[in-house]
């Protein structure tokens, strides 16, 4: 009995010790360098690429490319957002960040380096069963306004519209609130989504949904309707008559060194671009 | 001898250690969350903060009263409907029930529990919303559909707790009352109820808190529109989706704003803990 409490004891001391030795070893083990590049030009270590939700998944192919063809890198592609993306190239916990907007004037105050990666144009989406197949920006304006509440009043059929919105602060919104609401807001009754999957989830399943969504991620599942005329496709906002587009921007504290700048030459690069178009955004340098 | 010594003193201290560390948690979490939250709303000052309907973060008006409201009231919708469930599952598990079918029924309520919230919200953006859309009007998204969502998560804590409580009364309360010559539903509604009112009570506001603070299924299936909504029907925003929702991008001010919602939320969440701890004591004194 008494041997056995002992045991026990002995357990329990053990686990413990060996519990907080885990977790000194944790503390102790501190994060490898960031960005180093070996002397006969080999790239090695590891960057942070952080920012815009909208940057995200081509960073993710772009960053999965890159390390394929130099291995002994490592290209981390993190979410959080567009301002997050200048935060955290700012307080250096990103090496470099992505913005789906253009620098806002206080941001561009930190002497931050701008390389336009792509252009996105954002589509204005409507259930595939709408009849409504274009729209002229005042018309889109109003509707977001909440002056227009009807799909009659701009040629659909008498239903009320479900006006979908993103987040404040989302980069999609900011872009479409430049692009199309000028100084106006948009109305406070929309349906608010924190995600363009989530938006369109809503526009597939809600007959009378309107809302806005990146170019990139539009398939046959919504319908993007015409602006002014013109159609939403790549030809037509490299062109610049398709007027809801934005630019997609990898930013650096600095002048970029090291994996970060052999990153960036590579996004920008015809291999990099040619990953950027068959991802669905539009490239500046390349069809 | 000396050497067993040695070890329990070990053993204590490393333990001391482990409590100690999620006492330090809470407190600077807590500290954390009012650091961050109390400068915005002594700039904005406390009653705009809390009452002013008007939510545009990106415009300097940080108003959360319409989130308020939305939170109270899509929790106050949910429990309407899942508290008399629940307490009535509670008593056919605990008193009327074979003790088969009331162990088939707590490993059912007991699934219920485990399901992830974010699934709650799918099954509730997928079936309940466009039900609601195609048979009651509206965009679906809505405080109803938070409300049965809401409800059924939160089925759980209130059978478990009220099961307990009414398991918990002596059996002679019953025997007396049977002996008396009550009837059996007589016994249960004027006897067994009132005697385990408060543990009851607490299964209640632990199931408000559940629902005040639950965050991803409400976020799926209210449209999160940052306006009082107006029927049962339209959408609405709860504190707790608004800090989801917009944590993301916010920067400054903005940040500061969701940091403070997150404070009254706290505030919301002691208060009840409060409630719960009282309710327990009551239930104590008066001899259970």
């Known amino acids: 009995m008494f041997n056995r409490k002992k045991y026990f004891h ?44 909208s940057v995200q998944p081509f960073s993710e192919v772009l960053a999965e490319e890159f390390m394929t063809k130099y291995p002994g890198t490592e290209v981390n592609v993190q ?89 404040a ?19 406070d009754k929309a349906i608010v989504q924190n995600s363009t999957g989530a938006v369109k989830t809503i526009i597939e399943s809600d007959k009378n949904a309107i809302g806005y969504i990146s170019l990139a991620v539009t398939d046959d599942k919504v319908k ?21 587009a934005r630019p997609f921007i990898y930013i650096t504290a600095e002048e970029p060194r090291g994996l970060a700048k052999a990153f960036i030459d590579y996004a920008l690069s015809d291999e990099g671009q040619a990953i950027v178009v068959e991802e669905g955004a539009i490239s500046k340098t390349l069809k | 001898m000396k050497k067993n010594k040695l070890s329990e003193g070990l053993v204590e201290i490393l333990l001391r250690i482990s409590a100690g560390a999620s006492v330090l948690a809470i407190i600077i979490i807590t500290v954390f969350i009012f650091y961050k939250g109390i400068p915005l709303i002594a700039k904005v000052g406390i009653i705009d903060f809390l009452f002013n309907l008007k939510w545009v973060p990106t415009n300097g008006s940080f108003g959360i009263g319409a989130m308020v409201i939305g939170s109270l009231a899509v929790t106050f919708c949910s429990l309407v409907w899942s508290v008399p469930l629940g307490i009535m599952t509670a008593i056919l598990m605990a008193e009327i029930a074979p003790p088969k079918l009331a162990d088939v029924l707590a490993r059912f309520v007991e699934l219920l529990a485990g399901i992830p919230s974010v699934v709650y919200g799918f099954f509730g953006l997928i079936v309940i919303v466009p039900f609601i859309r195609n048979h009651l009007g509206g965009v679906g998204l809505s405080v109803l559909a938070g409300a049965i969502v809401l409800g059924i998560m939160i089925l759980p804590t209130i059978i478990n707790i009220s099961r307990d409580a009414i398991l918990a009364i002596p059996k002679e309360y019953k025997e007396n009352s049977l002996a008396l010559g009550a009837t059996h539903y007589q016994s249960i509604f004027r006897v067994i109820l009132p005697a385990a009112s408060s543990g009851i009570i607490t299964a209640i506001v632990l199931g408000l808190g559940r629902a005040i603070g639950e965050t991803m299924a409400v976020l799926m299936v209210t449209g999160n529109a940052a306006v009082l909504p107006d029927s049962l029907l339209a959408p609405v925003r709860t504190m707790t989706s608004n800090i989801v929702l917009e944590m993301g991008y916010a920067a400054g001010d903005h940040q500061a704003a969701l940091f403070a919602t997150g404070t009254v939320l706290f505030i919301f969440i002691v208060i009840l803990n409060l409630a719960v701890s009282i309710s327990m004591k009551a239930g104590t004194e008066n001899g259970n």
Not at chain 1, 21 to 35: F, H, P, Q, R, W
Request: hydrophobic share 35%; charged share 20%; aromatic share 4%.
């Open chain 1, 10 to 53: 002995y357990f329990i001391l053990g686990s413990l010790l060996f519990m907080s030795l885990a977790v000194i070893g944790c503390g102790g083990s501190e994060k490898k360098d960031t960005a180093n590049q070996g002397q006969s030009g080999e790239l090695s270590g590891s960057i942070t690429i952080a920012g815009s939700t």
């Open chain 1, 79 to 167: 979410g959080g957002g567009s301002s997050q993306g200048v935060t955290a190239v700012v307080s250096k916990t990103a090496d470099i960040g992505s913005v789906s907007r253009e620098l806002k004037e206080e941001e561009k105050a930190e002497n931050l380096k701008e390389y336009t990666l792509a252009l996105d144009g954002i589509a204005i989406a409507v259930n595939p069963a709408n009849k409504v197949e274009g729209l002229t920006l005042e018309q889109l304006k109003n509707i977001y306004l909440g002056n227009i509440t009807n799909w009659s009043e701009v040629g659909g059929s008498d239903a009320d519209i479900t006006l979908v919105n993103r987040e």
């Open chain 1, 169 to 187: 602060g989302s980069g999609t919104r900011g872009a479409f609130e430049e692009l199309v609401m000028g100084e106006d807001t948009i109305s």
């Open chain 1, 224 to 244: 993007a309707v015409k602006i002014e005329g013109i159609e939403a496709t790549a030809d037509n906002i490299i062109s610049g008559q398709y007027k809801i």
